[in-house]
């Protein structure tokens, strides 16, 4: 197997974990899906294929701005009740929070 495949397999199989575990524990399946396992898993590999420091720190960098930007897709499931919501409402509000999410983290990573 390729190193391309043994990524994407290992990727294919944490996802589909914890949308298994999604249905049994929620909490649990949420709390796996904040922690920062893909990052963990997706620095180690772009190292190791790379060997290159310097492209390593700008990953991380932008890794580190982009997470809590990325919260933003939450933010339609958050006000779903006061608004009255349907889901595919807030999935798509989401989607376009993450657009202008986006924007912010690329006008943020070109200044650090």
Request: hydrophobic residues 60%.
């Amino acid at each position: 197997m390729t190193l391309f495949g043994l990524k994407t397999v290992l990727a294919a199989l944490i996802l589909s974990f914890c949308s298994w575990l999604a249905g049994r524990r929620p909490d649990l399946a949420g709390f796996i899906v904040a922690l920062p396992i893909a990052s963990l898993i997706a620095l180690g590999f772009a190292y190791a294929e790379y060997q290159d420091p310097v492209a390593s720190l700008k990953f991380a960098k932008s890794i580190f701005v982009g997470v809590p930007i990325t919260l933003l897709f939450f933010v339609p499931f958050l006000l779903a009740e006061k608004f009255t919501l349907s889901f595919l409402e807030c999935y798509l509000g989401g989607i376009g929070f993450l657009i202008v999410g986006f924007i912010i983290h690329k006008t943020i990573f070109l200044i650090i």
